[in-house]
């Protein structure tokens, strides 16, 4: 086992190891300027030099992000309950979800920052609970719905009612695809908190030190903040993974039976 988790993390270290020596390598060679593309060795420079500047940047954003995040999907999956209870709510809700989730929804952070104001940190907040919510309550309310008509009939045959029905049918069937909405909500709320702050709220927030960097020229400091960012969303990410496989371990285990 250890070796096949070795083996599924190698290959991605090696992609990355390879690109960030190519894009060091194509710099240098074809002399592009630091201010079109910084070289790694660059950016890796400035994340030490503004370390401090850049950590507390990070765990500013880091924090609408979880937070909205945790908002959205515990939103999310109690609309998915309720409309699984009442059929006509989930016929009148999931059809308009889906529409609205088509919609650019980080477009409404200017709106947000009206109603909750512009130097606070609900508006962005808002913003990334939006981009959450409507992944994680479509996704949910599916699984939630898509159960095989044989498996409710067997459950009625011993008589069970609706609240039994849901914990023991609806939830394990759901779980994939709340997890497949986990994996895309989670790196999304980094992304919606950053374009959030484009907009507006406090200035020490991974979106205004990229703005400000790059407006003075900073390049390789943006390249840093962005760096950041991306380290935020991958351990978002992995956090996802490590909550499907503690919520699904049969999951992950009939996985590992079928490659043996």
Known sequence: MKNRRAASVLPPVLVGITGLA?????????????????KPSSIWAQLIDEWGVLRHATWETGKIAISGLLIGIL????????????????????????????????????????????????SNQAVVIAVVFFPVFINTAKGLNEVHPNEIELMHSYASGDWTILREVRIPNALPFFANSLRLAAPLSVIAAIVAEYFGG???????????????????????????????????FGSALVTERLSMPWRISGEEIKEN
């Open 22 to 38: 190519l894009w060091e390598g194509a710099v240098t060679v074809f002399e592009i300027k630091e201010f079109l593309l910084p």
């Open 75 to 122: 939103l999310g999956v109690l609309l998915a309950l309720i409309t699984n209870r009442f059929k006509v709510l989930n016929d009148g809700l999931t059809p308009f979800a889906i529409a609205v989730n088509a919609t650019p929804i980080v477009a409404l952070a200017p709106i947000f920052n009206v109603w909750f104001g512009l130097t606070g940190t609900f």
């Open 202 to 236: 406090p200035q020490d927030r991974i979106g205004n030190v990229i703005t400000s960097s790059a407006g003075f020229a900073k390049y390789d400091v943006a390249w840093a903040a962005i760096a950041m960012a991306s380290g935020l969303g991958l351990l978002l």
